[in-house]
C-alpha cells in the first residue's frame, strides 16, 4: 500500500491506535485512583474479585459474632456481679447460723438472729430475680424473677458455631437456704446446716462452682471476641493486599499517560496533515 495515499492514511490509524489504549489505559488508571482500589469490581480482575467478595463476607459474618458475642458479655457480667452478690450475702448468713447453732443462744437474742438471717435470705433472693440483662437471666429462675432464664448459645465465629453457656439455678439454691423460724430454732438442726456435706454448705459450694464456672465464661467469650477481632484485622490485611491500589505508583503513571495523551494527539495531528503535503507536488 502507498504511503503516499490521500485514500488511506497508515500514519492517523497509528496514532488513533495508539491514542485510544492510552484514553484506556488513563480511564482505568484514574479509576484506582478515584476507588483507591486495584480491583474495583469483577470487570478488573474477575478470580481476585470473587476471592475479595468472599474475604469481605467473612469479615461482616465476625463483625456479627463479635456483637453478639459483646452482647454476652453483658450478660456473663452481670450473671457475675450477682453471684459475687450471692456469696457475699451466703458468708454473712454462715456467720449468723454459726450463731445459732450455739445453743446458749436463747431468748430474744435468738430472735434477732432468726430475723437477721430471715433479712439476708430476702436479700439473696433479690438478687437472684434482679440477675437480668436485656431481657435474659442465667440464674433467677424464681418466678418473680427478672427475664427469662435459659440456656444461652452464642455465635462465636463466621461459621455459626455456637458456644454453650451455662445456668444456676437460684430457684435451688433459695429453697435450699430459705430456713423457717421452726429450723432456726433447733441449734442441733441449724449445726446440722453447717457440717461438710450441711444443706447449707452444699449451697454455698455449689454458689463457688457456679463462679468458677462463669469466670470461665467470662475469659472464653473475651478471649474469643479478641482472637475475632485479629482475625478480622488479618483479613483486612490480605483483603488490602490482593485489592487495593498503589496510589503512589498510580500517580506517577497519571503523569505519564497523561504526557503519552497529548503527545498521541500531537501525533495525530501530524498524521492527519500528511495528505496535504501531497498538494506541494502539484503546484
Not at 463483625?63 to 450471692?86: E, F, R
Not at 433447733?186 to 449445726?191: K, L, S
Request: a neutral charge; charged letters at 15%; zero cysteines.
Amino acid at each position: 500500500m502507498s504511503l503516499n495515499s490521500v485514500n488511506t492514511n497508515m500514519g492517523a490509524m497509528v496514532a488513533l491506535q495508539s491514542l485510544e489504549q492510552t484514553q484506556k489505559d488513563l480511564s482505568a488508571t484514574q479509576k484506582r485512583i478515584s476507588t483507591g482500589y486495584r480491583v474495583a469490581d469483577s470487570t478488573d480482575d474477575g478470580a481476585a474479585y470473587a476471592i475479595a467478595q468472599g474475604v469481605r463476607s467473612t469479615v461482616g459474618a465476625l463483625t456479627s459474632a463479635n456483637q453478639q458475642l459483646g452482647n454476652v458479655q453483658g450478660l456473663l457480667a452481670t450473671t457475675q456481679s450477682g453471684l459475687n452478690d450471692i456469696s457475699n450475702t451466703m458468708n454473712q448468713m454462715r456467720d449468723v447460723l454459726v450463731k445459732l447453732a450455739d445453743t446458749n443462744v436463747t431468748g430474744n437474742e435468738r430472735t434477732q438472729y432468726e430475723a437477721q438471717y430471715k433479712s439476708y435470705s430476702a436479700q439473696l433472693k433479690t438478687f437472684i430475680e434482679d440477675a437480668s440483662y436485656n431481657g435474659k437471666t442465667l440464674i433467677g429462675d424464681i418466678s418473680t424473677a427478672n427475664g427469662v432464664f435459659n440456656r444461652v448459645a452464642v455465635v462465636r465465629n463466621e461459621s455459626g458455631s455456637t458456644y454453650g453457656i451455662a445456668t444456676f439455678s437460684g430457684s435451688a439454691l433459695y429453697g435450699s437456704i430459705a430456713f423457717t423460724t421452726t429450723q432456726l430454732d433447733g441449734a442441733t438442726t441449724v449445726a446440722a446446716f453447717l457440717t461438710a456435706s450441711g444443706q447449707f454448705v452444699n449451697q454455698q459450694n455449689a454458689v463457688g462452682s457456679a463462679l468458677n464456672t462463669i469466670g470461665a465464661e467470662v475469659n472464653y467469650v473475651n478471649n474469643q471476641v479478641t482472637f475475632n477481632k485479629n482475625k478480622i484485622d488479618a483479613l483486612n490485611s490480605g483483603l488490602g493486599a490482593l485489592v487495593d491500589a498503589d496510589l503512589a505508583k498510580e500517580s506517577a503513571q497519571l503523569t505519564a499517560l497523561q504526557i503519552r495523551q497529548q503527545l498521541g494527539v500531537q501525533a495525530l495531528t501530524l498524521a492527519n496533515s500528511a495528505p496535504q503535503t501531497l498538494l506541494s507536488l502539484f503546484k
